[in-house]
């Protein structure tokens, strides 16, 4: 049996490419092909963009008051359920993660769609006010660009909240990862959503600009009204500039560089457990993974030392065996890119405390053993920003302002992590902080989302399901309210 082959899924039916071309993925695990995948193109994401708008403006969707959107929103919730073994497959098959993390992923992507339903499930469309009536009305198609980060989950926070606006979708799921949203649509269509309601259009490979013509075309098209991103920063400045340009809405989630703050009176022992799991968990690809981390100098080569100790014996490996830790990397480029980022920053002066190098006993796939690099300096290439993949960065401080100084060096941070038992210190640093929260004494092991300034818009809560919507504000006069008569004739 060969390859299966990943369609767009447009009007409720699957659609080959404009150009009927294809390209192929592989596992990161074996390095073969599992699928080839409809190429995207303009002309793709035109036709996706009109069964939107279509599905918008005369299907059943715009129809469906806010209490049976909420029913199909808990039905999507239940096909999620029913394919949570085929969801933990396509997290493993596509960015690698492993079964024990990938598993985690439908529930999490379920639990989106029951909490916007339970965000509008007691709305009625007319919320009444002093002046009078709001009434609430989708803005129109929104399209949304997602990335190889945990997808699946990614796909679901993003579509949830639109649906629950009634918005209709045209998804650009990430090119290396096109399983989880082919499988989205197999739920679309056993939830019965509505045709046109959430389309998905593919990227592609190519050599210079991978996924990039959709995604540009998506961001472009005049119908579209509300974008929404998620990856990385500098995907994520293209689309901000060409929102930006076409006065569009944005949404966005930012993948970043989350600092982490140690001072000597902290628990050591809690703060090295939770080092690990920000870096390593998910194979470092969480939006809030803990890349670089802040120790105060007098138990800097203490904590050094276990952290390079601990990571040798986080155990590497195919991503379908329960026993493994940290999965191979979505992509061959990618690991080139993190192995050339490991030696650059050797040769300007870190040390390499663990790993590096692939693991041993697996000479196939996209594998980095976890790493732990030291003596890390702001002026080293790569310090600001995120690793994306296994890779932890250790720099000491000396001061309280040194330790904010390096931390707000840090590029996109979602949120920033501090570890002391000085809660007069934690006040303090907890607002010096860039970053937009702050997790103190603690680690952030759901990837909640929070608010930063690159991500004006929540991607979860009533603050999404607004952001898809526009408000229109109705007054209705009492029966004796009077009404001026100028000219009128005075006797």
């Not at 934690?426 to 991500?455: E, G, K, M, Y």
Request: aromatic share 6%; hydrophobic share 50%; glycine share 10%.
């Amino acid at each position: 049996m060969g390859p299966e082959t990943i369609r767009h899924f447009i009007g409720g039916k699957y659609a080959y490419s404009s150009l009927r071309k294809s390209y192929g993925v592989t596992d990161p695990a074996t390095g073969k092909e599992y699928a080839q995948v409809e190429v995207g193109l303009g002309a793709d994401v035109n036709q996706a963009v009109l069964a939107a708008g279509t599905a918008l403006e005369s299907g059943p969707w715009p129809a469906t008051r806010a209490p049976e959107r909420a029913g199909a929103l808990l039905a999507m919730a239940d096909a999620i359920d029913a394919r949570a073994g085929d969801i933990a497959a396509a997290e493993a098959q596509g960015p690698g993660l492993p079964v024990t993390a990938s598993g985690e992923q439908a529930a999490r992507a379920s639990a989106a769609f029951r909490a916007a339903a339970r965000l509008i499930a007691g709305e009625a469309g007319l919320i009444a006010g002093e002046a009078g009536l709001r009434l609430s009305r989708p803005a129109g198609v929104a399209g949304l660009v997602t990335s190889w980060r945990t997808p699946f989950l990614a796909q679901a926070r993003a579509v949830a909240p639109a649906l629950a606006a009634g918005a209709t979708v045209v998804l650009r799921p990430d090119e290396r990862a096109p399983r989880p949203a082919a499988l989205l649509a197999e739920i679309a269509i056993a939830a019965g959503l509505p045709g046109g309601v959430l389309n998905i259009v593919h990227g592609s490979l190519h050599r210079k600009a991978p996924g990039a013509q959709s995604r540009d075309e998506l961001v472009a098209h005049p119908a579209v009204a509300r974008l929404s991103f998620a990856g990385e920063a500098a995907a994520w400045q293209q689309v901000a500039t060409a929102a930006t340009a076409r006065g569009k809405p944005l949404s966005a989630e930012v993948a970043g560089n989350c600092p982490v703050v140690i001072f000597a009176d902290a628990d050591l022992d809690q703060a090295i457990d939770a080092v690990l799991f920000g870096a390593f968990a998910a194979g470092g690809q969480r939006r809030t993974a803990t890349s670089t981390v802040l120790v105060h100098q007098p138990v800097y080569e203490r904590v050094v030392s276990r952290l390079a100790e601990r990571a040798g014996r986080i155990r590497a490996g195919d991503p379908a065996d329960p026993a493994t830790q940290v999965g191979p990397l979505p992509h061959a480029d990618q690991l080139g890119q993190l192995t050339s980022f490991i030696r650059l920053s050797i040769r300007e002066g870190a040390l390499l405390a663990a790993g590096g190098r692939r693991p041993a006993g697996l000479p196939e796939g996209n594998y980095l053993a976890p790493t732990v690099l030291a003596g890390v300096t702001p002026d080293m290439p790569g310090f600001a920003g995120p690793a994306g993949g296994p890779v932890l960065r250790v720099t000491p401080f000396g001061s309280e302002a040194e330790a904010v100084a390096l931390a707000n060096a840090t590029a996109h941070p979602a949120t920033a992590y501090l570890w002391t038992a000085d809660q007069a210190r934690a006040r303090r640093l907890a607002i010096a902080f860039a970053a937009a929260s702050t997790w103190v004494n603690s680690c952030n092991q759901a990837d909640l989302v929070h608010p930063t300034a690159a991500r004006p818009v929540a991607a979860g809560g009533a603050g999404a399901i607004g952001f898809y919507a526009e408000s229109r504000t109705v007054l209705i006069a009492a029966d004796d309210a009077p009404v001026p008569r100028l000219g009128a004739c005075m006797f």
